[in-house]
């Protein structure tokens, strides 16, 4: 069985600019979520979706994040414009069942902003 | 709020000996369910051990087993014959069960090394 494919894994960019990531979570799974982990912390739920919907973006930073996942199944985040402390790694995670499912993880995406 | 925390940084233990990862946790839910993930260096997170907070037989996988404490809102790691693989960061997640999305909420880590 397939895992959660992301790419690109290495994103290196300057302030001000735009980033996209992408994320293919395992077939069939209806759940994806984007984290944000920041060097030294743990991952923080930036956006849950449940298939096409968002079930919980509270944390994601609208000014500037924006995640779409058309046709429910993969999905994009992206940074527009960025910021020195948007430097991390985001995670995607994807899950069978909405509440109780085990969160499958993919290799994350390192995002460096100079 | 729910809040992990996980209060030591860095762990050490040597070859086949037993370490013991702490981890607590605030929330006034009574369902929910608690894991310890792993992350080796430049690798994805996996999953070492789930605990279902109804159940009261404390879980093990192997050479990894828990120690749940529900009162005291207390969930520990044990890692018995630890192993040279076993070297990573080590998280302990809380998730909500039927609010709010079944959001999993990650405490800031341990990182173990092990000595040969």
């Known amino acids: 069985e397939a895992g959660v494919a992301q790419s690109p894994r290495y994103k290196i960019i300057e302030k001000r600019q735009s980033v996209a990531f992408w994320c293919n979570p395992i077939?069939?799974?209806?759940?994806l979520y984007w984290y944000q982990q920041i060097l030294g912390q743990g991952p923080k739920l930036l956006i849950q979706?449940?298939?096409?919907?968002?079930?919980?973006d509270s944390q994601l930073p609208k000014d500037r994040f924006s995640a779409e996942r058309l046709k429910g199944v993969d999905s994009t985040l992206k940074i527009q414009p960025a910021k020195l402390e948007d430097s991390a790694v985001y995670l995607c995670?994807?899950?069978?069942?909405?509440?109780?499912?085990?969160?499958?993880f993919g290799e994350g995406s390192r995002l460096t902003v100079l | 709020a729910q809040t992990v925390t996980q209060s030591q940084p860095e762990m050490s233990v040597q070859e086949a000996e037993t370490v013991t990862l702490s981890c607590t946790y605030d929330t006034s839910e009574s369902d929910y369910y608690l894991f310890w993930y792993k992350q080796p260096p430049s690798r994805q997170m996996i999953l070492v051990i789930r605990q279902e907070a109804y159940k009261q037989q404390n879980a093990t996988e192997n050479r990894f087993s828990v120690n749940f404490q529900k009162a005291a809102k207390s969930f520990s790691l044990k890692i018995s014959d630890s192993q040279l693989g076993d070297a990573a960061m080590y998280f302990c997640a809380y998730r909500i069960l039927y609010n709010q999305g079944g959001k999993l909420i990650f405490g800031q880590g341990t990182e173990l090394s092990v000595k040969p």
């Open positions: 077939s069939g799974h209806a759940t």
């Open positions: 979706f449940q298939n096409n919907g968002v079930v919980d």
């Open positions: 995670a994807s899950s069978l069942r909405h509440l109780t499912g085990e969160l499958f």
